[in-house]
């Protein structure tokens, strides 16, 4: 069993940055394809920026392209996401979540695992 627990959100202006971090616990992360999601109350989960197992391969949904950076700290055995130049569409709430999938997975279906979520807000 795999338990994920994010952090780092909060409230930050247009333009200003925010770095979300995700600690598993119960299995390494690098044995795991790793994803951050994102929701709007009312909206359908979307997927935004994922690394994918065994890899250092990343991917990512073209609106946060050049924007958002996800990276593994395997000592640590936490993800993180580096947001910059947020802007008031990337408010919601973020969820990390885990695969035991070998593939750039996207779709909330083929992750095994989920943190709680942690709510970032982008005033503008």
């Known amino acids: 069993q795999v338990q994920l627990v994010e952090s780092g959100g909060g409230l930050v202006q247009a333009g200003g940055s925010l770095r979300l971090s995700c600690a598993a616990s119960g299995r390494a992360v690098s044995s795991l394809c790793l994803g951050w999601f994102r929701q709007v109350q009312g909206k359908e989960c979307e997927f935004v920026r994922g690394?994918?197992?065994?890899?250092?391969?990343?991917y990512f949904v073209d609106s946060v392209k050049g924007r958002f950076t996800i990276s593994r700290d395997n000592a640590k055995n936490t993800i993180n996401l580096q947001m910059n130049s947020l802007n008031a569409e990337d408010t919601a709430v973020y969820y990390c979540?885990?695969?035991?999938?070998?593939?750039?997975?996207?779709?909330?279906?083929?992750?095994?695992?989920w943190g709680q979520g942690t709510q970032v807000t982008v005033s503008s």
């Open positions: 690394i994918r197992r065994s890899s250092t391969i990343t």
């Open positions: 979540a885990a695969s035991q999938n070998f593939g750039a997975v996207t779709t909330t279906g083929e992750f095994d695992y």
